[in-house]
C-alpha cells in the first residue's frame, strides 16, 4: 500500500507534499493507522457503527437526499 506522488515540471516541493498529505487523507491511512493505536473492543466498534448509520439517516431526513 505505497503512495507515489510524481512532482510535475516546474512544481515547487511544497505543493508536491500538499499533494502527498491529500493523497494519504483520502486513502485514509491517518485513520487506519489512528484505530490500530488503540483496541476497542467489539461491542464499542458496534455502537460507533450504529451511532454512524443513525447521523447519515438523520442527515437524510433532514436535508431530503
Known amino acids: 500500500m505505497s503512495i507515489v506522488v510524481k512532482a510535475n515540471p516546474g512544481e515547487s516541493t511544497d505543493s508536491v507534499i500538499r499533494k502527498f498529505q491529500k493523497r494519504v487523507i483520502a486513502e485514509g ?25 443513525r447521523r447519515k439517516i438523520m442527515r437524510s431526513r433532514r436535508f431530503g437526499n
Open 29 to 53: 491511512l491517518v485513520q487506519e493507522i489512528r484505530d490500530r493505536t488503540v483496541y476497542k473492543k467489539p461491542s464499542e466498534k458496534r455502537q460507533e457503527y450504529l451511532a454512524e448509520k
